[in-house]
């Protein structure tokens, strides 16, 4: 994608901060990934998109169940820029510290999430569904 773009119009993406981002990602990703294809357990999903978390959420719901191991699944929005992005991988890291250090997410995560929201003016979607054994797959 990156090689690509920088073909059609290295002036436009680079102006516009594409071609950064997709450098940065390049670093940091070994490759593009589908959350459909993961055969892992999670108990916390966070996606920066609400078409994103539609989706992973559809995807959790029909896939069968066998441990019903519950999962959150959180949607954080940011937009798709340079900044936007910092400041929401900033928000997230302490979302997920903060998570990390609660005694029971399970009845902490809302009150939570609450406070997230107050304190970034961000809404957070939040929904609990139950995740697939990876030996379904």
């Given at each position: ?6 073909r059609k119009d290295k002036e436009l993406y680079t102006q516009n901060g594409i ?77 997920c510290q903060c998570i990390q250090h609660t005694e029971d997410m399970e009845n ?30």
């Open positions: 994608m990156y090689n690509d773009l920088l071609l950064h981002m997709l450098d940065r990602n390049k670093r940091i990703k070994p490759r593009p990934e589908r959350f459909q294809n993961c055969r892992d357990l999670f108990d916390l999903i966070l996606t920066c998109e609400e078409r994103v978390y539609d989706q992973v959420v559809e995807d959790l719901n029909s896939r069968e169940q066998e441990t019903c191991q519950p999962v959150h699944v959180i949607n954080v929005d940011i937009q798709d820029n340079h900044e936007e992005a910092t400041l929401g991988a900033f928000l997230i890291c302490e979302l902490e995560i809302d009150e939570l999430l609450q406070e997230f929201e107050e304190k970034s003016g961000r809404a957070f979607l939040h929904t609990v569904t139950a995740a697939a054994p990876s030996n379904l797959y």
